[in-house]
């Protein structure tokens, strides 16, 4: 399921490694070296497309602030000090950029049918079992939830993972998550 937008990242890589990874790509883009800019997005891009489709809701915004925070990452890189979350950095960026675009509409939106027409193309991997998930979590979760849910769904991070990007103890992502769980089993029986 999901499989649309997973990772990039490559297999068999330990956290670890993949944070070691991307922190050097980001300090090279700081120095100057473009090249390192595709490096981070094919291994972010699905996890930071999803973050953000959560928030706002809408594939067209998502789309373009999907773009906004690699350009933003780009501008700032040499402003990146390294601790170790370099995706926590990544998503930072790209939810201050999210909540100034809900501002500025001042309303959520949900996904209106031709845009899930639009990811069900025939080319696509992208189902009717995924749109209903994704339905689901779009409408009944809230903003936690749906982050925690699009992260590890769509995104395939881990729950350990997702908790070190959040800044939250992994107890609470993983209450979080069975908690949105049981209120899309909810909504999808209802259906």
């Known amino acids: 399921m999901f499989g649309l937008l997973q990772s990039h990242a490559p297999e068999g890589e330990s956290e670890a490694q ?9 300090q090279k883009i700081g120095k100057g070296d473009r090249e390192a800019v595709s490096d981070v997005y094919a291994r972010t891009a699905s996890a ?10 809408n594939t067209e915004d998502a789309e373009d602030l999907l773009q906004d925070t690699y350009v933003k990452l780009c501008l700032n890189a040499d402003q990146y000090q390294s601790q ?3 995706m926590a950095w990544i998503l930072t960026i790209a939810r201050n950029l999210s909540l100034m675009k809900l501002r500025g509409r ?3 939106a949900d996904l209106p049918e031709y845009e899930w027409e639009a990811l069900e193309d025939s080319d696509s991997e992208f189902h009717t079992e995924d749109r209903m998930v994704l339905d689901a979590a ?15 769904a769509v995104a395939g991070l881990k729950h350990r993972e997702i908790a070190e990007m959040l800044d939250m103890p992994l107890a609470t992502v993983l209450s979080k998550y069975n908690r949105a769980l049981k209120k899309m089993k909810k909504v999808i029986g209802e259906r």
């Open 106 to 108: 001042r309303r959520m």
């Open 18 to 26: 993949r944070n070691a990874e991307l922190d050097a790509a980001l």
């Open 48 to 57: 930071v497309y999803g973050f953000i489709l959560s928030i706002v809701r």
């Open 138 to 152: 779009l409408r009944v979760l809230s903003g936690e939830e749906s982050n925690i849910v699009m992260l590890h």
């Open 84 to 86: 170790g979350k370099p």
